[in-house]
């Protein structure tokens, strides 16, 4: 089994995760400070559901997949590829979105849930609206890496696992912050994990370009009428050089590097790194590198930017006072 292939969820999976463990303890924190404990059920029913329902869409995407590709059509060879690379082209804008988003609102994170649960609280349904807040907390981060795994479905087991392994540290440091008091220093955490998350992003923009390849490749090849539509095809003789839509080689690193090798192997998971490159991926990928790393850092600043006397930075202070 392909390991590495785990890395890229289990970053994705551990950020979204930590998230959703800070709703989730800032929720309970409430409902403690406010003598609502008896509400707690309602908490881990979201929470339980809420994963739950994460792995049945993450399943009927793997289905679809597999029941689309799979279907008796002269396109059948061109389906799969295509669908991935659309399930990583919505994977790109959920996860660059909620990277910015999140930078730029963790200040307000803690006022903005508490504002939500106490309006909950104040209705006729309490339970149901902490069920669904936490709920659709859980979902929304496990519907991005959901996508992921969509993204990467040739890579079986491993994304898969990757996720389940995020979800349980992330678990495990909620438990650290919330039960037992422990501080992290939360700001660099996620500046940590949105620099490698941006680093995903621009790998998976790769990918996602050599399955759309991949798929006008397939359409040209089986039906005459599109062999048009790959307008590189005829201007190269050698066959590994050739390219539907991506223009020409920009390298070969077959030999020296592989891609299902250590390190290659690592460096593709990580970065979306391919040993062979061609034209317009290696124009795409330093543009949405620097394109996301650009909004990522300057949401750092708008945080930064703040007066000082609002300004505590999102550490285990900051979480030892949701308490």
Same mark, same amino acid.
């Given at each position: 089994?392909?390991?590495?292939?785990?890395?890229?969820?289990?970053?994705?999976?551990?950020?979204?995760?930590?998230?959703?463990?800070?709703?989730?303890?800032? $929720?309970?924190?409430?409902? =403690?400070?406010?003598?609502?404990?008896?509400?707690?059920?309602?908490?881990?029913?979201?929470?339980?559901?809420?994963?739950?329902?994460?792995?049945?869409?993450? &399943?009927?995407?793997?289905?679809? $997949?597999?029941?689309?590709?799979?279907?008796?059509?002269?396109?059948?060879?061109?389906?799969?590829?295509?669908?991935?690379?659309?399930?990583?082209?919505?994977?790109?804008?959920?996860?660059?979105?909620?990277?910015?988003?999140?930078?730029?609102?963790?200040?307000?994170?803690?006022?903005?849930?508490?504002?939500?649960?106490?309006?909950?609280?104040?209705?006729?349904?309490?339970?149901?609206?902490?069920?669904?807040?936490?709920?659709?907390?859980?979902? %929304?981060?496990?519907?991005?890496?959901?996508?992921?795994?969509?993204?990467?479905?040739?890579?079986?087991?491993?994304?898969?696992?990757?996720?389940?392994?995020? $979800? $349980?540290?992330?678990?495990?440091?909620?438990?650290?912050?919330?039960?037992?008091?422990?501080?992290?220093?939360?700001?660099?955490?996620?500046?940590?994990?949105?620099?490698?998350?941006?680093?995903?992003?621009?790998?998976?923009?790769?990918?996602?370009?050599? &399955?759309?390849?991949?798929?006008?490749?397939?359409?040209?090849?089986?039906?005459? =009428?599109?062999?048009?539509? #790959?307008?590189?095809?005829? %201007?190269?003789? %050698?066959?590994?050089? %050739?390219? #539907?839509?991506?223009?020409?080689?920009?390298?070969?690193?077959?030999?020296?590097?592989?891609?299902?090798?250590?390190?290659?192997?690592?460096?593709?998971?990580?970065?979306?790194?391919?040993?062979r490159l061609f034209l317009v991926q290696a124009i795409?990928?330093?543009?949405?590198?620097?394109?996301?790393?650009?909004?990522?850092? =300057?949401?750092? &600043?708008?945080?930064?930017?703040?007066?000082?006397?609002?300004?505590?930075?999102?550490?285990? &202070?900051?979480?030892?006072?949701?308490?």
């Open positions: 089994m392909d390991f590495s292939a785990a890395i890229p969820t289990f970053v994705i999976t551990l950020r979204e995760g930590v998230e959703a463990a800070l709703v989730v303890g800032i $929720v309970m924190a409430y409902l =403690k400070k406010s003598g609502k404990r008896h509400l707690n059920l309602w908490v881990y029913t979201g929470i339980a559901l809420g994963l739950v329902a994460s792995a049945i869409v993450g &399943n009927f995407f793997g289905w679809a $997949v597999k029941a689309l590709s799979g279907a008796n059509s002269q396109y059948s060879g061109a389906i799969e590829p295509f669908l991935e690379a659309g399930f990583s082209v919505v994977a790109i804008a959920l996860l660059s979105w909620m990277l910015v988003w999140m930078t730029r609102n963790a200040r307000n994170l803690k006022s903005q849930v508490e504002g939500a649960i106490g309006s909950a609280l104040d209705s006729k349904t309490a339970g149901f609206g902490v069920f669904s807040l936490v709920f659709f907390a859980i979902l %929304r981060e496990g519907f991005e890496t959901v996508l992921f795994i969509a993204g990467k479905f040739e890579q079986g087991l491993g994304p898969t696992l990757g996720a389940i392994g995020g $979800v $349980v540290v992330a678990v495990f440091l909620g438990v650290l912050m919330f039960r037992f008091g422990v501080r992290l220093d939360l700001k660099k955490f996620f500046l940590i994990m949105g620099i490698f998350l941006v680093m995903i992003i621009a790998g998976l923009a790769v990918t996602a370009l050599g &399955n759309f390849d991949a798929g006008m490749n397939a359409m040209a090849s089986i039906d005459r =009428k599109s062999a048009a539509l #790959c307008f590189f095809q005829e %201007r190269f003789v %050698r066959a590994g050089d %050739r390219s #539907c839509v991506l223009g020409s080689m920009v390298w070969n690193l077959s030999r020296v590097l592989p891609d299902d090798r250590f390190p290659g192997i690592l460096l593709s998971a990580l970065f979306g790194y391919m040993q795409a990928y330093p543009l949405f590198l620097g394109g996301i790393g650009m909004l990522y850092f =300057k949401s750092l &600043n708008i945080g930064s930017a703040k007066p000082k006397a609002s300004s505590n930075k999102m550490s285990g &202070n900051s979480i030892a006072s949701q308490k």
